[in-house]
């Protein structure tokens, strides 16, 4: 007898991020669910450090969907601008901010810089509910640089400018399987799953078939 279906809810209503985590989390049987699904607001992202504002996401879709959640909170930190945008990646040009004029923003603050390094960082944050006094924090980061011009129609946020470190081509031209091995939610993803498994709270389903099936 097959196990039921794990629910998760994914403190995001990004169709790119929503992707990336369900074709993650399929393998253990677990449907991830955008929290508008749910009719989950927007919360006020006030921490000052991607481990807050994560916290802060998760704990919100859990409080009002009585579900596990999931929050990713990730950004772009460009040495040349100090680290920014950083934490405002998703709104840094303004108000009624795209993905397209941010990094075009980006672009044009970096005119005629030559060290044009950067990274993707990423933290997700699992909490069982909204009282989860343990919740588990997982982080990783994408080396890379940011290039001239856009390139690329996959991927979502700044992926048309970033240059991963080891490719000559854009986060936006690689496969769904190239970006989740090397990008900075793919392996925070990978942690996430490692530290779940770690606790008992998922395992795949060739597993749970041996363990429960018949």
Partial sequence: MQSPTQHIVLASGNKGKLAEFAQMFTTYGIEMLPQNQFNVPDVAETGTTFVENAIIKARHAAEITGKPAIADDSGIEVDALQG???????????????????????LDALTGETQRSARFQCVLVY????K????????????????????????HGYDPVFIPQGFDCSAAELTSEQKN??????????????????????????SQSLNGGQ
Wanted: glycine share 10%; with cysteine.
């Fill in 84 to 106: 920014q945008p950083g934490i405002y990646s998703a709104r840094y040009s303004g108000a009624g901010a795209t993905e397209t004029s941010n990094y075009l923003k980006l």
């Fill in 127 to 130: 909490m069982r509910h909204a």
């Fill in 132 to 155: 989860d006094p343990s919740p588990i924090i997982c982080q990783a980061a994408w080396e890379g640089s940011i290039n001239l011009t856009p390139q690329g129609e996959q991927g």
């Fill in 181 to 206: 091995t090397h990008s900075h939610r793919g392996k925070a993803l990978e942690l996430l799953i490692n530290a779940m498994k770690a606790q008992g709270l998922i395992q795949s389903q060739d």
